[in-house]
Every structure is written in structure tokens, then in C-alpha cells.
């Protein structure tokens, strides 16, 4: 019943290559979030957007850049890959409802390697 | 700023014993409160949550009650089993930001 989604789930590639990863959404959230999860499990904000056209940066630096053109689409972006870029990458989304914050819907989550 | 304080794991439990995860929190609002869970090689899931005051989130026989006079809100299980083994994750939302605060999570490892 996943109404968030984000490929590819594995992906290992060389460095210096460029890649994207992709999150999707069909809940109509206005806002969608970018997170590193480190090894030690921690969570770290590196994007988010409230909506067509708007971004912004997160609580941790980040080399990767996003867009958000469409309100269901959510892309990241890493222009060079560098082996420091290893790690998962959860895309969330949110949405208001009677003014009530029910949380974020996580997607499953990319595990990047680069090597 | 707000934030979030787990209890560090790995917590290890033998199956049926009795789960608590300890979760405190600072705000300068009026937060809504959550739990989630992360099983291994999976997103986050929303467990449960409280938005005001004396409220009890429940779900799968995990509970948790907004305590606002501690500033509190501990994760509990009355018999765990093996499934529930995963990580969990206590966050907050003033609703200002709209942006979760999430605590570190805690690891939890259940064994027969």
C-alpha cells in the first residue's frame, strides 16, 4: 500500500558518474523531504520542498541538488558521485490534514555504493 | 531549537518480555508526537503518534502516551516478539516548520 515510491532500491556505480533518484508520490502532499540515514541509523535533512518551485536546503551540507517541477515528483540529484556519497536515501512526503500534522509516509528507500 | 532524546540501544530483549523505549523531548510549541519503525532494508513507518496532552497512541500492541508535565514520550510493548525487532525512531512536529525532529533511534534485537 506504498503511495510513495523511489528507485532504483540498489544502485552501486563508479565515481564521478552522475545520477539521479527518483521519488514519486500519489497522496497530492505538497511537501516532500530528502534524508541520509548514516550507518549509525541517524537521520539527516539534506533537502525539502513545500511545494512546485520551491526548495531548500536541509540541516546537513550536501553536494546533491534537487527539483521539484511537478507536485508528486521529487528528483536528487549527484552531478559526481564520490565514495563519501555512500550511504541510504529516504524520500518522504507530507500532508496537512483539518490541521492536524499526521506525520511523514517514508518511501522504502535507495542504498547507494559508490566505489 | 526543538529536539529529541532516545534511550541508546541495542536493547535486547528475549521474546514476551516486556519493551520500553525511553523518549523525551524539547519544544518550544505544541508538539504532535511520533513513533516510527525501520525494519531492515526498509523506509520508515509510522507506528504511532499523539497530538496533545494525556493522549495514548497505540498500534500492534506498541503504546505511548504524550506525557507533558516529563516531557515524555516512552514506547511500550507489553510481550515482544521476534518480528518486532528494528529500529525506533521517537520524532516531534511543532508545526511551524513543518520539518519531523527525529531522535537517534534505537536499535531493538529480540530473540528466541
Known amino acids: 500500500e506504498a503511495d510513495i515510491y523511489q528507485t532504483p532500491r540498489y544502485l552501486v556505480i563508479g565515481t564521478g558518474k552522475k545520477i539521479t533518484l527518483e521519488c514519486s508520490q500519489t497522496m497530492g502532499h505538497d511537501k516532500m523531504y530528502w534524508y541520509q540515514q548514516d550507518p549509525g541509523m541517524e537521520l539527516h535533512l539534506i533537502h525539502y520542498s513545500y511545494g512546485v518551485n520551491s526548495t531548500e536546503k536541509g540541516d546537513l551540507s550536501s553536494e546533491s541538488t534537487v527539483s521539484r517541477i511537478r507536485t508528486e515528483h521529487f528528483p536528487l540529484t549527484l552531478e559526481s558521485a564520490r565514495p563519501s556519497h555512500t550511504s541510504q536515501y529516504l524520500c518522504?512526503?507530507?500532508?496537512?490534514?483539518?490541521?492536524?500534522?499526521?506525520?511523514?509516509?517514508f518511501g522504502s528507500g535507495t542504498r547507494l555504493t559508490v566505489v | 531549537g526543538d529536539s529529541v532524546t532516545q534511550m541508546e540501544g541495542p536493547v535486547t530483549l528475549s521474546e514476551e518480555a516486556f519493551l520500553t523505549i525511553n523518549c523525551t523531548y524539547t519544544?518550544?510549541?505544541?508538539?504532535?508526537l511520533f513513533w516510527y519503525v525501520q525494519y531492515p532494508g526498509e523506509g520508515l513507518q509510522l507506528l504511532l503518534k499523539a497530538t496533545k496532552a494525556d493522549d495514548k497512541g497505540s498500534n500492534k500492541g506498541f503504546e505511548a502516551t504524550y506525557r507533558k508535565e516529563t516531557t515524555s514520550f516512552h514506547l511500550e510493548k507489553g510481550s515482544v516478539q521476534v518480528s518486532d525487532s528494528a529500529v525506533y525512531f521517537c520524532a516531534l512536529d511543532t508545526g511551524t516548520a513543518s520539518k519531523l525532529t527525529f531522535g537517534t533511534g534505537t536499535r531493538l534485537q529480540v530473540t528466541l
Open positions: 518522504a512526503s507530507s500532508g496537512n490534514h483539518r490541521g492536524l500534522h499526521y506525520g511523514y509516509t
Open positions: 519544544a518550544t510549541g505544541y508538539p504532535s
